[in-house]
């Protein structure tokens, strides 16, 4: 395992088994605080946030708020009790913390792909002989999927820039 070398106020990202981001502010003794489903805005040890030791720190490019005032926006939002996945996450909060401004750039992917998935169906509907309509649902998945490999397999495209 790695040793991730952080410092109090950075933005921390781990990535799950689905390939799914997890943002965190880093809290000094070795603690994140993170907004979580069902909990709110907590504070928790860096090895509850990150137990397989694969964290990253993310410099985002728009950060408008230094390391130390970073870290003070967020401990004062502990104990907010706000979670919604598309509106309030964990990336939304942590932006929010950095830059002042709720951004998720899965949110952002996810309605992207939504919208040229809803694009491409209503075409395809237009284009296909009767009886081969292609839905929405089957063009959205075959571009999440898409999405998903490419983004495992390219760097973001995003506002930030990982450093390991």
Do not use: K
């Not at 689905?18 to 928790?44: K, N, P, Y």
């Not at 998935?117 to 237009?126: D, E, K, N, S």
């Amino acid at each position: 395992m790695t040793v991730l070398a952080y410092r109090p106020g950075d933005v921390l990202r781990r990535t799950d088994w689905l390939g799914l981001d997890h943002d965190a502010i880093a809290d000094t003794e070795g603690g994140v605080i993170r907004q979580v489903f069902g909990r709110g805005v907590v504070r928790e040890r860096l090895a509850e946030f990150d137990a397989e030791g694969a964290a990253r720190v993310v410099e985002l490019r728009d950060r408008r708020f230094d390391h130390a005032e970073t870290l003070s926006r967020a401990q004062a939002a502990i104990g907010a009790p706000d979670y919604n996945l598309f509106t309030d996450n964990c990336q939304h909060f942590a932006s929010w913390c950095a830059t002042g401004e709720r951004n998720s750039h899965q949110v952002q992917g996810a309605l992207s792909a939504a919208t040229i998935a809803a694009g491409i169906a209503a075409v395809a509907r237009l284009a296909t002989p009767a009886g081969l309509a292609v839905t929405a649902g089957a063009a959205l998945a075959y571009l999440a999927r898409n999405a998903i490999a490419a983004r495992l397999g390219a760097a973001s495209a995003t506002s930030e820039v990982v450093t390991e």
